[in-house]
């Protein structure tokens, strides 16, 4: 195991997951501060969702010239970079737009990561310990995830200005970016493979099943202060309190799969975990937002157990299929962000929350549909 390199990846994860966190405790604040509307608020999560699908749309180009680690490095100083604009431009409430040119910035480089992350862990990563490493990997953005609204929720007592906030997270990619010049490149490509187009039906099912469930755990990260605050009516420190529970039970399922391997087949444990995650959802609709929080616990192991899959069952042409599956979750997401506001101007968040259930009962669908194992 190349143990900077594996430490490269975690950390940047963190990185990314600090930033990307932080922007849904301070939704209900860009609304107010900026006063614009939830379809155009929405803006900073579906803009920088759109930026990051088209970098990952032409991941071929960039990742075959630029290989894996200068990739991730040039990302990191782009990600710092996005958190200083938005703190800068949050400072003023005419700097809308120069806001979004900076959450466009910050999808660049989720959208670069989402690739390069997962290819350096798949070829650094000895494959008998690859499922815990891939389990660490987005353990590392459940942890990252729990610590975003806690501290968003500390902001908020004290009465800090969510702006500032964002300087003080351009810290660690900025970090991470000078200690990724020690690091030499690794032979990490994107491989061309005739199999991969003699198996369009294959790769839409897995694109459709991986973005889709994607597409919920976002929807739940990025809407779920403002729905506990505006339909339940609690304080914005209550609902972050709530999201960070979920994040919580995201990072525990996480944590615990990155320490055990489990015997049971991974088909039946995605299986569980989407049907889970429908009832959690539904009761957190219905009946109260603290199930919505549960879903973190259901929810956890879904895409490091999908991903370590991929890696294993199609071996090299993994290269070519995580980097397409990841176009495929870049394009759902903006559809989601860009949906759901419309969604949330027209019925109200709490309609709008029902695309999730629809999300979640077409991915288990999807799982029923498999006719091979997922070991």
């Not at 991730?72 to 431009?89: E, N, P, Q």
């Not at 429908?278 to 956890?300: A, K, V």
């Not at 199609?314 to 176009?327: A, F, H, Q, V, W």
């Amino acid at each position: 195991m190349n143990l900077f390199y594996v430490l490269l990846a975690y950390f940047s994860l963190f990185a990314l997951g600090l930033i990307d966190n932080s922007r849904g405790p301070i939704y209900p604040e860009v609304l107010s501060f900026f006063k614009v509307k939830n379809s155009q608020g929405s803006l900073i999560f579906s803009i920088a969702s759109l930026a990051a699908f088209l970098i990952t749309l032409f991941s071929k180009l960039w990742l075959n010239k630029l290989g894996a680690i200068l990739s991730t490095k040039l990302s990191l100083f782009v990600m710092s970079f996005s958190a200083i604009s938005m703190g800068y431009f949050g400072s003023n409430s005419e700097y809308f737009i120069f806001f979004l040119i900076s959450n466009i910035l910050f999808g660049i480089s989720v959208g670069v990561q989402s690739i390069t992350l997962n290819l350096i862990i798949s070829e650094s990563v000895d494959i008998l310990k690859r499922q815990k490493s891939f389990s660490r990997l987005h353990a590392m953005y459940g942890l990252a995830s729990f610590i975003a609204p806690l501290i968003m929720s500390i902001v908020y007592y004290f009465s800090l200005k969510w702006n500032d906030y964002f300087y003080f997270l351009a810290i660690l990619p900025f970090g991470l970016f000078i200690f990724s010049f020690k690091l030499s490149p690794l032979n990490i490509h994107q491989a061309e493979t005739k199999s991969l187009k003699a198996n369009r039906g294959r790769n839409l099912a897995l694109g459709i099943l991986v973005s889709f469930y994607v597409a919920t755990e976002m929807m739940i990260s990025t809407r779920l202060v403002l729905y506990v605050n505006d339909v339940w009516k609690n304080s914005l420190a209550e609902a972050s309190s709530l999201l960070s529970l979920y994040f919580l039970l995201l990072l525990f399922g996480r944590f615990i799969f990155s320490i055990k391997n489990f015997k049971t087949n991974s088909l039946v444990l995605l299986k569980v975990s989407a049907a889970a995650t429908i009832i959690f959802f539904s009761f957190g609709l219905y009946i109260h937002p603290i199930f919505f929080s549960l879903c973190g616990l259901s929810m956890s192991y879904f895409f490091p157990c999908c991903i370590n899959w991929i890696s294993i069952q199609y071996k090299d042409e993994s290269r070519e299929l995580i980097p397409l599956i990841m176009t495929f979750v870049g394009g759902m997401i903006v559809f989601m962000h860009f949906g759901f506001g419309l969604l949330s101007d027209f019925y109200g968040i709490d309609k709008a929350l029902i695309l999730g259930l629809f999300f979640m009962t077409i991915v288990l669908y999807l799982l029923h549909k498999q006719k091979y194992s997922l070991n």
